[in-house]
């Protein structure tokens, strides 16, 4: 690993209180996240620590409401937040947008009551959550989901299996879309319910390619009984509550996915003006000074692209379309930037003597979650044409 700082990015940000909250995250991500990265990834080990750090410096709930423990930032700073962590460890920037995703739900669709009893001790209480909507048999086709919820009085009883559940079964409380009525869309509800649970239980955690301290498990309900004052929304609203949260979580993802090729492109450049070929730096060299411009050039604009989608979040104006837009993009360009990154440092590249390589297996697996990039092209295409002809 070079010794070369990297430079750090240069933000246009809109209130000196956020300048402020980037030095802090900038601080918190040198010192406690970044130096244990590489081995805390290569062990498999998920650092709860850091979570319980990030909570008691108020940021887990940065884009809520201040009056439940929120701290009242537009979605143009928090995504930005998200970015300088993932930089750090992906496994970090993805768990908070993930912890995000799963108190949108309650924070947008729970009834006041509920935001009370609840979103103060999820947004800044040292809680984590996990967001419930794929399933081993659902995922493109999250509306054909299985697990029913069957109401039993005052409660509801809920069985089945969720997969690819980022935080399963280390969750403090999980956001479960099941469903209640008929098939498709229109008859699934969403659940707010405790991971102590009992019936509920994860899974030992997938064996995957990347993001090793991240566990990602299934999560069994077997007959979980939750009281009908923790169902979110109407019966029958689930899967729009889903698809209203999933528009901002892929925002995350897209800030995440620039985070982490920021971070391949500052050790590509590190790398590349120190190591000296031919008596020169291989910096000199025309056709690799070509891969540097243009891996800066994919980055710029996929942070420009997601923050012209929350500032559009900001406004309350629509910005499905180009959150689709920035997730699609975003996740291409960490996925080429990681690649030509290991590319530059040929054969050092592909050692873990050097991060670029664990980067490029965590950049694979942000073209898949949180719907797939061939899901975001549709998505496009339908705002743009509209629905297919069937």
């Known amino acids: 690993m070079s010794d070369r700082a990297p430079q750090p990015v240069e933000r246009q940000l809109p209130t000196d209180e956020a300048r402020d909250l980037i030095s802090l995250v900038r601080d918190i991500a040198q010192r406690e996240i970044a130096p244990r990265a590489a081995e805390e990834e290569d062990a498999g080990h998920f650092p709860r620590e850091v979570f319980n750090l990030l909570s008691d410096s108020g940021l887990l709930g940065l884009p809520y409401d201040s009056e439940y423990g929120g701290g009242d930032q537009p979605y143009e700073v928090y995504l930005q937040v998200l970015e300088e962590l993932a930089a750090a460890r992906l496994t970090v920037g993805l768990g908070v947008s993930v912890h995000t995703l799963s108190c949108y739900a ?8 509920q935001q009370v009893e609840h979103l103060p001790a999820m947004l800044g209480g040292g809680l984590l959550g996990a967001y419930c909507l794929s399933e081993p048999a659902s995922g493109s086709d999250a509306a054909s989901l299985r697990t029913k919820a069957v109401r039993e009085g005052d409660h509801w009883m809920i069985s089945g299996t969720k997969a690819w559940i980022t935080h399963g079964g280390i969750a403090d409380f999980y956001t479960v879309m099941a469903r209640t009525g008929e098939d498709g869309s229109r008859g699934i509800s969403a659940f707010l319910v405790p991971g102590d649970a009992e019936g509920l239980s994860g899974a030992m955690p997938e064996k995957k390619m990347g993001m ?37 979580g892929r925002l995350g993802i897209a800030a995440c996915a620039i985070g982490l090729a920021q971070s391949a492109l500052d050790e590509a450049i590190a790398y ?78 592909y050692t873990a003597d050097f991060p670029v390589e664990r980067y490029m297996r965590e950049a694979k697996v942000l073209q898949i979650v949180e719907g797939t990039n061939q899901i975001q092209r549709m998505v496009i295409a339908r705002h743009l044409a509209g629905p297919e002809s069937r």
Do not use: N, W
């Open 106 to 113: 309650l924070a947008a669709y729970g009834t006041k009551q």
């Open 212 to 248: 090793k301290g991240s566990p990602t498990a299934q999560v069994h309900f077997d007959g979980v009984h939750v009281s009908d004052d923790r169902r979110i929304g109407e019966e029958g609203q689930g899967f729009a509550i889903a698809l209203s949260a999933l528009d901002s």
């Open 272 to 349: 590349a003006t120190e190591r000296r070929q031919f008596g020169h730096p291989i910096s000199d060299f025309q056709g690799l000074r070509f891969m540097l411009a243009d891996m800066a050039t994919q980055i710029e604009a996929g942070r420009a692209l997601y923050l012209a989608a929350a500032r559009l979040r900001d406004a309350g104006r629509p910005f499905a379309r180009q959150a689709a837009m920035a997730k699609l993009h975003c996740t291409d360009t960490a996925m080429k930037v990681t690649t030509d990154a290991v590319q530059i440092l040929g054969g050092y590249g």
